[in-house]
């Protein structure tokens, strides 16, 4: 019956479009969606203006921070639970899995500063049964071993997946370029083999030769154009690195392999792809191959994407990356570095064993009259650094400076991380350069050519 219900509701609706006119009624369709958008707030653009653009790289590297930060959280816990041995009972595990179920059911308390400094906000939202902050790190077991791990069967099998297809784009990105360079730089049309030898051949006569045929000019104008779209393209990627390394450096920068490699093969992959444009447009004899070399190009330096091939492998994409990134960091910012703080010191079971209370300025500490240390904190200095720049005492976030910190006794990492200002140095010189080769390139490849053959040439050549 609903099937035949829909139906009917469907013919309705297509003779009423029948009745009216159909541009009146895209206008009004544009108007009911616009009315629908009223109120609602797109929280991806806040995510993608905060957040750089994903690849495999920087996903393995938040993957890296998260069970970083899982596994110590996990560790104090199972700590806890053979603390509170009697308390609880049972075995360590059973312990262990008690206290994640009373931690789901918890509740969040909101002091009065708190609820006044909401006031005009929906405080439903803070008022949780639960702690998000600590969930998201506690629930789903890690292991410890020579990386830290998943030890979900799917968990692990998405972990493994990441990291397989981040260390495979690495290779074809550090050595693709570079193998392409090599197999043709002792072709005879590598003219930067000899670059002697071919400064004297460049003249007028030789540029605008007009002994080539159609095809000859059609390939050298192609490989013109192309050139300079593939030199735009590199360029455009270039800014957006620039930009993306402060972001990602601000959020997540630190303490990982990925984080500090994944920008500086993107800036080789690059650099070498410079390269290889005039070296392999140089053998190429039709227009048409023109077209796919420049395309192979683009496919080797966007390869690690998450909006391209790395996404689609992975199953992920930029926006979901952009809102992991974003809710990581979100999360760590109210997670307690030791989580004895949010622990009721004289809990009798495990119902009463979370204590969990915000205060006007942070999550409170179950222990002292104080705020509880979090995972990531804000440098006690940025306030006045931003007052003396913006005449008010509360930074933007992207101006906050904070530290991050995995262990209690650990090392303090600071954010945004000195790796990202070397990274964004990097980028900015290769912006430079890029904007001078988007002009030169074209001139140079359209200059320095194959060389002309001269009736006269090839007279000489066949008496010999």
Same mark, same amino acid.
């Given at each position: 019956m609903k099937l035949a219900s829909s139906m009917q509701k469907t013919s309705a609706l297509e003779k009423h479009f029948h009745t009216k006119h159909p541009l009146r009624m895209f206008y009004r369709d544009v108007l009911d969606?616009?009315?629908?958008?009223?109120?609602?707030?797109?929280?991806?653009? /806040?995510? #993608?203006?905060?957040?750089?653009?994903?690849?495999?790289?920087?996903?393995?590297?938040?993957?890296?921070?998260?069970?970083?930060?899982?596994a110590d959280l996990q560790s104090q816990l199972r700590e806890l639970a053979e603390? &509170?041995?009697?308390? $609880?009972?049972?075995?360590?595990?059973?312990?262990?899995?008690?206290?994640?179920?009373? $931690?789901k059911e918890a509740k969040v308390d909101?002091?009065?500063?708190?609820?006044q400094a909401e006031k005009g906000w929906e405080l439903d939202s803070f008022k949780t049964t639960g702690y998000p902050p600590l969930e998201e790190f506690l629930v789903g077991n890690v292991s410890r071993g020579l990386f830290v791990a998943p030890a979900e069967p799917g968990a692990w099998k998405d972990w493994c997946t990441s990291k397989l297809v981040g260390c495979m784009v690495a290779v074809v990105q550090i050595l693709g370029p570079v193998m392409v360079v090599l197999s043709l730089w002792q072709d005879p049309t590598n003219y930067l083999q000899h670059p002697l030898e071919t400064a004297k051949r460049i003249s007028v006569n030789n540029v605008f030769c007009v002994e080539r045929d159609m095809g000859e000019w059609c390939t050298i104008l192609m490989g013109v154009v192309f050139s300079f779209f593939v030199v735009v393209q590199l360029l455009n990627y270039a800014h957006e690195e620039l930009e993306d390394a402060y972001k &990602?450096?601000?959020?997540?920068?630190? #303490?990982?392999?990925?984080?500090?490699?994944?920008?500086?093969?993107?800036?080789?992959? /690059?650099?070498?792809?410079? @390269?290889?444009?005039?070296?392999?447009?140089?053998?190429?004899?039709?227009?048409?191959? /023109?077209?796919?070399?420049?395309?192979?190009?683009?496919?080797m330096f966007n390869l690690d994407d998450l909006a391209g091939t790395a996404g689609a492998v992975l199953?992920?994409?930029?926006?979901?990356?952009?809102?992991?990134?974003?809710?990581?960091?979100?999360l760590l910012s109210q997670c307690p570095l030791d989580l004895r703080d949010v622990?009721?010191?004289?809990?009798?079971?495990?119902?009463d064993f979370w204590q969990l209370r915000l205060t006007a300025t942070a999550l409170q500490s179950a222990r002292a009259a104080q705020n509880a240390e979090t995972r990531v904190a804000p440098f006690e200095q940025t306030p006045l650094l931003a007052a003396n720049r913006n005449g008010h005492g509360v930074?933007? @976030?992207?101006?906050?400076? /904070?530290?991050?910190?995995?262990?209690?006794?650990?090392?303090i990492y600071q954010?945004?991380?000195?790796?990202?200002?070397?990274? #964004?140095? @990097?980028?900015?010189?290769?912006?430079?350069?890029?904007? $001078?080769?988007?002009?030169?390139?074209? #001139?140079?490849?359209? *200059? *320095?050519?194959?060389?002309?053959?001269?009736?006269?040439d090839a007279t000489a050549a066949s008496k010999y």
């Open positions: 969606e616009v009315e629908g958008c009223k109120g609602h707030f797109d929280l991806s653009a /806040v995510w #993608a203006r905060l957040a750089p653009s994903g690849n495999v790289y920087r996903l393995c590297a938040l993957q890296e921070v998260r069970l970083g930060h899982c603390e &509170f041995e009697e308390t $609880l009972g049972g075995t360590s595990e059973e312990r262990y899995n008690l206290l994640i179920a009373s $931690l909101l002091d009065e500063a708190y609820e &990602f450096g601000r959020l997540a920068g630190c #303490a990982s392999f990925w984080a500090f490699a994944g920008g500086y093969i993107n800036a080789w992959c /690059v650099m070498w792809n410079i @390269l290889v444009i005039p070296v392999s447009f140089w053998k190429l004899t039709h227009a048409s191959q /023109v077209v796919l070399n420049a395309m192979t190009i683009l496919f199953g992920t994409s930029d926006t979901l990356f952009q809102r992991g990134l974003c809710w990581n960091y979100a622990v009721n010191p004289k809990a009798t079971s495990a119902a930074p933007s @976030l992207e101006q906050l400076k /904070v530290c991050m910190r995995f262990t209690k006794d650990g090392s954010l945004p991380s000195a790796n990202s200002s070397i990274q #964004a140095s @990097l980028w900015q010189l290769l912006v430079w350069i890029l904007r $001078l080769l988007q002009v030169l390139m074209p #001139a140079f490849y359209f *200059v *320095v050519n194959k060389p002309c053959t001269h009736p006269d």
